[in-house]
């Protein structure tokens, strides 16, 4: 089982329209979590951390279930900037700092 | 500020050709690095991750091996190149809340 895993896609929505990826951890010593976003051919730069409670950024919502060992990012109002790979990071504190990533999810607005 | 910066920025190796690409982190101190390789269309697959000069920990084997000679100096090399080794490498450094901040990465195609 991989340690980090997303539903690859690609979602094709349309402008305006609202969408969730879900991403799965495999060991429940996990402490952190992470959402990135990825342009293509570009490095990942860091879209939101994850926090227990759930914290929210404008358009963009993040949650976490420890207890079922998911993330998620929900994105309302797409806009068609929004195109990109969008990657869940999690870090394993336990394990001296290894973060790993999942092999991301491929979003496309389309007009 | 804290920059990284990682070169070169493109290359086109033959196989059996040695690598050495080398990544820099200014602005911090005992960062922890990590190296990072994303094969076309796929995500990122931890190779190596350091918390100290010295400290190497490896996470796929491989043809691949990785040192830090100073605190902010993480080098990727390998001995022999293979077809395999393609791809695009990215170098990082972790704050101390997990976020990891990457460079610009280093495009390989092994022929």
């Known amino acids: 089982r991989k340690e980090v895993e997303q539903d690859p896609g690609p979602f094709n929505v349309p402008e305006g329209a609202t969408v969730a990826f879900n991403c799965t951890y495999s060991n429940s010593a996990s402490q952190s979590f992470f959402w990135y976003r990825q342009d293509c051919r570009k490095e990942p730069k860091l879209l939101m951390s994850?926090?227990?409670s759930g914290n929210e950024d404008g358009r963009f919502t993040a949650q976490l279930n420890r207890a079922s060992q998911y993330i998620s990012l929900l994105i309302r109002d797409s806009k068609l900037s929004d195109s990109a790979t969008y990657l869940c990071v999690v870090n394993q504190y336990s394990s001296a700092s290894k973060i790993i990533f999942g092999s991301g999810t491929r979003l496309s607005i389309r007009p | 500020s804290q920059t990284i910066h990682q070169w070169p920025a493109t290359l086109v190796q033959p196989v059996g050709s040695p690598l050495s690409l080398e990544c820099t982190v200014e602005?911090?101190?005992?960062?922890?690095l990590y190296w990072y390789r994303q094969a076309a269309g796929r995500g990122l697959q931890l190779l190596f991750y350091?918390?100290?000069?010295?400290?190497i920990s490896s996470e796929v084997p491989q043809n691949l091996s990785a040192s830090r000679p100073q605190d902010r100096q993480f080098i990727l090399s390998s001995k022999k190149l293979l077809l395999s080794d393609s791809g695009f490498y990215l170098c990082a450094w972790g704050s101390n809340t997990g976020e990891l901040f990457f460079g610009e990465g280093s495009r390989l195609t092994v022929l």
């Open positions: 602005g911090t101190s005992n960062p922890n």
């Open positions: 350091s918390v100290g000069i010295g400290q």
């Open positions: 994850v926090y227990s």
